[in-house]
């Protein structure tokens, strides 16, 4: 049964999902850095990630009657969110999976609503074209990139500067560290690029969301590679 709890307003608020998300998209052109089940594991990994946070889901521990290591629904209570609250609905549906496996459940959907109300909000444009005059393409510049901005100086703060991150904080690093792909978002930081790569790497350890979007882009198949890399190379003509 589920423990009582209070429900965190979150009518407005950015969630992980959001934060990754404006990160990876390239503010000018509106292309993201990662594509295709890439972009939607690492999304996914944001919102298991926001969710462990809340302490609405944990890991199972040896002994218990579900499989060790398996994710299962701590708090039923709502948190406010819409794509939160469909999250958890997901982890409860049908039986507990281990992290990594449990993205492709949360996947179906969320790229797609998180960039509509970023949208709606005016923190992105969407923007219809086509390459060369041929492949149709969209792509999602800023309109507003005050909260990224504030973000991006909390990130330099806490991996050039060495502050202690907020749990939410090291839970951006961490995704991003997954998908190598921190200082390719955050760029010169003002302090050499390994001593950013270090901080990076000890933040991400035994990052449950983080590992769970490293091991499932790494079971990706040949087809999900090859649709990743030639929407990538889309994304770069013109």
């Known amino acids: 049964m589920a423990r009582a709890s209070a429900v965190p307003v979150y009518r407005g608020r950015m969630i992980l999902a959001d934060d990754l998300l404006l990160l990876l998209t390239d503010d000018r052109s509106g292309r993201p850095a990662e594509t295709g089940v890439r972009l939607e594991n690492v999304v996914a990994g944001a919102a298991l990630t926001e969710l462990l946070l809340l302490s609405r889901v944990r890991l199972t521990g040896p002994g218990e009657s579900v499989r060790a290591g398996r994710v299962v629904v ?10 939160l609250d469909e999250a958890l609905r997901r982890v409860g549906h049908g039986t507990p999976k281990a992290p990594h496996t449990l993205l492709a459940h949360l996947r179906p959907g969320l790229l797609e609503a998180l960039r509509a109300r970023l949208v709606e909000r005016g923190v992105l444009r969407v923007e219809a074209g086509r390459v060369l005059g041929l492949f149709p393409r969209t792509s999602w510049p800023a309109e507003d990139s005050t909260h990224e901005a504030q973000l991006r100086e909390r990130l330099r703060e806490v991996l050039a500067l060495g502050r202690e991150p907020s749990e939410r904080e090291a839970g951006v690093v961490a995704l991003l560290h997954a998908v190598n792909r921190v200082q390719n978002v955050l760029g010169d930081l003002g302090v050499p690029g390994g001593q950013v790569r270090s901080r990076a790497t000890t933040i991400a350890q035994r990052h449950v969301g983080a590992d769970a979007v490293r091991r499932a882009n790494n079971a990706l ?3 999900d590679a090859v649709m990743a890399v030639a929407e990538l190379g889309v994304a770069g003509l013109g």
């Open 221 to 223: 198949g040949p087809n």
């Open 74 to 83: 701590e708090d039923a209570t709502p948190v406010g969110d819409p794509l």
